[in-house]
């Protein structure tokens, strides 16, 4: 294995000292050590994927050096629009290196919605002409490849990608570990807003751990799981689902569980939703501030006011909660009818022994479906 320390200075030793990224489990712990090892104005965890490479080309304007980007191979697709038309050859030709966690590599057993993405995640690389090499799980042989990588992106001014395989990198503890004073876990307010729900609604929620303790919580309750659809993947998107859903169905109410993450990679989204004013939509956000399904790194989930960008877009009632009082008052205090916001803050973390669904994306689509049109 690799340790992080290792591959980042060797990555500094080539000149790289500017990073901006999505984390990734893969690459959590070099994650955590550029968390700790480079300042706000060098590392900077970005709202997505590709504004992560729009980051790095800002920053390779300013100061003619080579940024690095670091992501999931799921963010591939968020990445592809900057690099065919930003950074490729073709438009600015920009340099820079990409880092990229492979989930769900052809042979090595992953979660559903890590499957497609794990099959042609070289072949995006191979169709837009970014070289690659899949790093190393030793530390010599990964330092000639990081050779290799900055050498051909000085030469050619173009991409080149790290492919990161699992158990590449071996821990590393973030020391610089942000906590917050919160003191709900999201598990608890999740069962919360789940109890609170008529048996006609519809819950779509996001990718990650509130989607894994929203089926578990439905299976300790021994209830059904068709009333929920479990966004698995397409990160930042649970709300456009919901809305797709909220609109055809106007006699039901649609709930959408989303994280703080995952509505501030696609942000733009709350606006459509507010656009169209669905009086039955209830967006529930449980914001810990952190990107806590992938290691906990930070949001900027905190620094910003959800409340007042949920107003600012033309939801009718937005509201801020901590701790189960607050909640449940939220809850109660619910209009009949309109586009609502309840923003929850929540404390970081999960059970350790969390499951993962049992039932399949299809499975999990048809009964939907079949529950939407009985
Ligand atoms: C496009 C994309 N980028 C990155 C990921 C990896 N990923 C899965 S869950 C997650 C964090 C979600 O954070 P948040 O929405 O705040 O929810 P939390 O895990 O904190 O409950 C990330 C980055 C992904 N699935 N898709």
Known sequence: MIRPE?????????????????????????CAYITDHFDK?????????GGAVALAAGYHLATGKVGCVYMQNSGEGNAVNP????????VYHIPLLLIVGWRGRPGVHDEPQHVKQGKITTSLLDVMGIGYE?????????????EKAMG????????????????????????????????????????????????????VSTTGMISRELFEYRTAMGQRHERDFLTVGSMGHASQIALGIALQHPERRVYCFDGDGASI????????????????????????????????????????????I??????????????????????????????QLIEVRVKKGNR????????????????????LNA
């Open 6 to 30: 290792f591959f980042i200075e060797k990555l500094r030793a080539e000149g790289v000292e500017f990073y901006a990224g999505v984390p990734d489990s893969l690459l959590k712990n070099v």
């Open 41 to 49: 104005e060098h590392n900077i965890i970005a709202a997505n994927e």
């Open 83 to 90: 690099l065919a038309s930003l950074t490729d050859r073709d």
């Open 134 to 146: 899949v790093l190393s799980k030793e530390e010599e042989a990964a330092a000639r490849q990081i």
């Open 152 to 203: 051909s992106i000085r030469e050619t001014g173009e991409a080149f990608a790290l492919v990161v395989e699992k158990d590449t990198f071996d821990s590393y503890a973030l020391q610089n570990v942000e906590r917050n004073e919160y003191t709900m876990s999201r598990e608890d307010a999740i069962r919360m807003v789940a109890a609170s729900i008529t048996e006609d609604a519809i819950i």
């Open 265 to 308: 990679m696609h942000m733009g989204n709350m606006a459509i939703v507010g656009s169209r004013r669905p009086k039955n939509f209830v967006h529930v956000v449980f914001n810990n501030g952190a990107h806590d399904s992938v290691g906990g790194q930070p949001t900027v989930g905190y620094d910003i006011d959800l409340v007042e």
């Open 310 to 339: 949920a107003k600012a877009v033309r939801y009718e009632r937005a509201v801020r909660v901590c701790g189960a009082e607050e909640l449940k008052d939220a809850l109660e205090g619910l209009l009949d009818e309109g586009l």
């Open 352 to 371: 350790k022994d969390l499951g993962r669904p049992t039932t399949t994306p299809i499975q999990n689509k048809e009964a939907l479906m079949a529950f």
